[in-house]
């Protein structure tokens, strides 16, 4: 069973800074895609930022040049460095983790397909505010 878990969320003021790390555990197989979602009081889910297997990124504009995504596949973790957070970030961050369709062998036949599949944290709650 794969779980994905977030820490380093917290309060801080206007300007300061915050790392979040989500680590992936229970598959042997990689994710092509992980990211992180935000969730503000009364708002939907929104996508921040997206990393491939390759490091290609993606930002929302809101966010860009100020928060980092990266992510270590060696370890099934994926960061955000968010800098000069500002009270508009406060939110519930949540980590996704996508893993795509694949074929299943056993010895070296195959017997089945595992479809595409989408993984969610349980959030961390970041609170910028003076």
């Known amino acids: 069973q794969v779980q994905l878990v977030e820490s380093g969320g917290g309060s801080v003021q206007p300007g300061e800074s915050l790392r979040l790390s989500c680590a992936a555990s229970g598959s042997t197989f990689s994710f092509d895609i992980m990211a992180w979602y935000r969730q503000a009081p009364g708002n939907q889910r929104d996508l921040v930022a997206s990393?491939?297997?390759?490091?290609?990124?993606n930002y929302t504009d809101s966010i860009k040049g100020r928060f980092t995504v990266s992510r270590d596949n060696a370890k099934n973790t994926v960061y955000l460095e968010m800098n000069n957070l500002k009270p508009e970030d406060t939110a519930v961050y949540y980590c996704?983790?996508?893993?795509?369709?694949?074929?299943?062998?056993?010895?070296?036949?195959?017997?089945?397909?595992?479809?595409?599949?989408?993984?969610w944290g349980q959030g961390t709650q970041v609170t910028v505010s003076s």
């Open positions: 990393i491939g297997s390759g490091g290609d990124t």
């Open positions: 996704y983790a996508h893993q795509p369709a694949r074929d299943l062998f056993y010895g070296g036949r195959r017997y089945g397909s595992s479809p595409s599949t989408k993984f």
